[in-house]
């Protein structure tokens, strides 16, 4: 897997190398405002790790913007369906992760066995699923089904939402 | 003798017709998410997590120990018929393994992987039992300075030996231990990275991490990257071998078993280096060694033995000291957190019948194993064939309910969308998952005993090296941080001064493999002295992470 290191490539993963530098200061910071009065019990305190993570954060993170920029990129990680020959397919992920939030939204209003088989039925859509009939057949028997599972397998009530009394 | 009259009782709860349902169900739940891609058993754990709170601890523990053995064997039905192995253990194998199946030897080449990870899994485990009451009652007698020491050895090891890019691995590390120090601090009371926002008070939820990172991520990262074209798999009938393979193959199960174990055993030795030396030395002790890249039985014997052993013995550091070597048992592991049972020295000698229980239980699963695999590898092959949209949509439809069912609260949701992401992050730009993994579960717990060990010393750090052991330990810690340094060092001394002595004769003689030695040299020719200058302040930006990581 050798990869040209193009500029937009480098701005990217630098980018990344930024996020986790900002997550190092955002732990420094909140550690700096927590206030603590010295005990006996506790000589360590709740701020000397935080700020150890912090530094581990913001090293790495300085490393990492280093070895980026003299041309060490990452690889992507491999699997059995993942062809990294070809660039992130937003196409697919967007839709997945809008029908993801949709269950968010949705899950205590409409309840579980709406949302869910609506996440299901959306997400194969997404994913390049074009048996519509069959496939919403199997989101809502997976719903449906997982549903009641909890309910009667392990005891978890799962909300039921606008379809209260009805199931 | 008192071990083998508690492993007989463990035998006794294990064969419950309750117990070994569960154990039949995890072989078979293993064995399939081994086979289908995109999913392994870390996953397919965190992913059962949920469904097992109403569940017996033992019933549950006995189902993953399941899954993790069964996943081997799946994996390397999947590498064998598709070459395309789903995780770093089974790569070796996919090497000859596939290249039987192609000469229409598929069903040797799942035969010997089977039996090798039989028998490999069946050794393993004995060794478990031989060594992890030992490890356990040494462990025992660990005070906190090394118990501190040793969890900061098995989170840089893991760090810093796995993996391709030690820089990526701290970055993981350190995004581990911020998502471990998020909520109320224990001690102090004191709310840490909680921002005001309620729910994280309570701390991020250690299902709903690890079903983030393992499945969300990862579905959205092959989502992002999916296969459009689908891979031939080669068609396989029942597997079985010839006299000339029994004779071909036990050799490579018991030296592939040899490797596999010890190195398992070992913090952050995984699979990968013994199946790999295990292939290296099937090559060269083998009969056919013209066979080896055509599809030699050997290499699939002998790696196939060293992975499963390898299983074997990353449970010996799981059980006896509470810290996971591979992201399947830092799965089983969270879920013992989540259980109340406190990983640590004293798992062992706390939860005593659970941990006989379980270990009786790995003999029973892998003799179910053999005996699923054996007449159903075709039956198993099928799989493969599911069509990808419903296996992913599934996972995330699972891994949504699960993380909900938790607590019933949407905003468990919304952080698993968030650290999913974070875990398709790590994917993209090339950061190991494990790291955060073991950051998020030894963190906490690593704070603990430092604030103990502080305190009884009352704020001596010098209270750090107050026991031999510890001192030990983090001299290992150091060489281990600082040997890719050293090896480094000691090749520029010898590529420096080789080429030094004899290019005035020779001119180019630059070997392959000495190429950065041979651009050094240009300068290390005629400046003898000034060499030693030169490599001095070379050893800085490593200490670093280490004092970072030791207060």
Redesign the interface.
């Known amino acids: 897997m050798s990869q040209v290191a193009t500029p937009a490539k480098k701005r990217v993963e630098l980018l990344f190398a930024a996020f986790l530098f900002l997550i190092g200061v955002l732990v420094l910071v909140d550690a700096s405002q927590i206030h603590v009065t010295y005990s006996q019990a506790d000589p360590v305190g709740p701020k000397t790790v935080p700020y150890l993570v912090a530094g581990l954060l913001m090293a790495s993170a300085i490393a990492l913007g280093v070895t980026v920029l003299r041309g060490n990129l990452a690889e992507g990680d491999e699997g059995e369906d993942v062809d990294l020959g070809q660039p992130t397919d937003w196409k697919t992920l967007l839709p997945l992760v809008g029908v993801f939030v949709l269950n968010i939204v949705l899950i205590n209003w409409a309840g579980w066995v709406i949302s869910g088989t609506l996440l299901f039925f959306g997400s194969v859509l997404a994913l390049g699923g074009r048996r519509y009939v069959l496939t919403f057949l199997i989101s809502l028997l997976l719903a449906v089904g997982s549903f009641y599972g909890f309910y009667l397998g392990l005891g978890i009530k799962l909300p039921a939402g606008i379809l209260q009394g009805v199931l | 003798m008192d071990t083998l009259n508690l492993l007989m009782e463990g035998f006794a709860s294990a064969l419950t017709p309750i117990n070994l349902l569960f154990a039949f169900l995890g072989v078979l739940l293993g064995t399939a998410v081994g086979v289908l ?2 999913i392994g058993p870390a996953m397919a754990i965190a992913l059962l997590l949920p ?1 097992t ?2 569940m017996q601890t033992d019933a549950a523990l006995i189902m993953f120990a399941g899954i993790y053995y069964g996943g081997m064997y799946g994996g390397s039905t ?1 590498s064998i018929l ?1 070459n ?3 995780e770093s253990a089974t790569v070796i194998t996919a090497i000859e393994g596939h290249k039987m199946a192609k000469a229409g030897r598929a069903a040797q080449a799942l035969a010997t992987a089977a039996i090798g990870s039989f028998i490999a899994g069946t050794i393993g485990t004995a060794l478990l039992v031989a060594f992890a009451p030992i490890v356990a009652d040494f462990a025992v007698s660990m005070g906190a300075p090394s118990y501190m020491a040793i969890m900061l050895l098995a989170l840089i090891t893991v760090t810093a030996v796995l993996g ?2 030690k ?2 691995g ?2 993981s ?3 581990g ?2 998502i471990g ?1 998020v909520g109320m ?1 224990p ?2 009371g ?1 709310n ?2 909680v ?1 005001g926002f309620a729910p994280l008070a309570d701390g991020l939820d250690i299902v709903v991490v690890a079903v983030a990172i393992f499945a969300i991520g ?1 579905a ?9 074209t689908p ?1 031939k798999t080669i068609p396989v009938g029942t597997p079985w071998m010839g006299r000339q393979d029994w004779k071909r193959s036990w050799k490579p199960w018991l030296r592939g078993t040899a490797y596999g174990f010890p190195f398992g055993a070992l913090p952050a030795g995984g699979a990968e280096v013994p199946t790999f030396l295990s292939y290296v030395t099937e090559k060269k002790l083998s009969k056919h060694p013209e066979e080896f890249g055509h599809g030699a039985i050997e290499g699939v014997a002998g790696p196939e033995a060293a992975n499963n052993a390898s299983a074997a013995g990353t449970l010996t550091p799981m059980l006896t000291l509470g810290l996971p070597t591979n992201a399947t048992a830092a799965v089983m592991l969270a879920f013992l957190v989540q259980k109340g049972i406190q990983p640590g020295p004293f798992l062992f000698d706390n939860e005593p019948d659970l941990l006989w229980t379980m270990i009786a239980s790995l003999f029973i699963g892998n003799a179910l194993l053999l005996l699923i695999n054996l007449p159903l590898a075709p039956m198993w092959a099928k799989l493969l064939k599911i ?4 296996l ?3 996972i ?2 699972f891994a ?2 699960g993380a ?2 938790v607590n ?1 609260q ?1 905003t468990d ?2 952080l698993l ?1 968030v650290i999913g992401a974070l875990g398709f ?1 790590m ?5 190991p998952v494990l790291p955060l993994i073991l950051g998020v579960i030894i ?1 906490p717990r690593a ?1 603990k005993q ?2 103990q060990t ?2 009884l010393s ?2 001596e750090v010098s209270g750090l090296f107050g026991e031999p052991l510890a001192v030990a330990i983090y001299v290992i810690i150091a060489l281990v941080l600082l040997f890719p340094l050293i090896l480094k060092l000691v090749r520029r001394l010898r590529g420096g001064s080789a080429p030094a002595l004899v290019a005035p004769a020779t001119g180019p003689l630059d070997g392959p493999g000495t190429l950065d030695a041979a651009a050094e040299s240009d300068t290390a020719q005629e400046q003898d002295p000034d060499r030693a200058a030169h490599t001095v302040p070379q050893p800085a ?1 490593q200490d ?2 280490r004092r ?2 030791q ?1």
């Open positions: 891609p995109g469904a709170y109403g999947t598709l395309t192995p789903g391709s890019s820089i990526r701290f970055a590390l350190g995004l231990l911020a120090l601090d001690v102090s004191q840490r990275l921002f990862e959205l990262w092959i989502a992002a990257h999916l296969r459009r891979v069509p990808r949209p419903y992913y949509s599934g995330l439809f949504t309910l909900f069912a019933l949407a949701l919304v969308l992050a994917r993209r730009f090339g950061l963190g704070e430092l604030r502080l305190q009352s704020g930006p670093e992470h970072k990581d207060p």
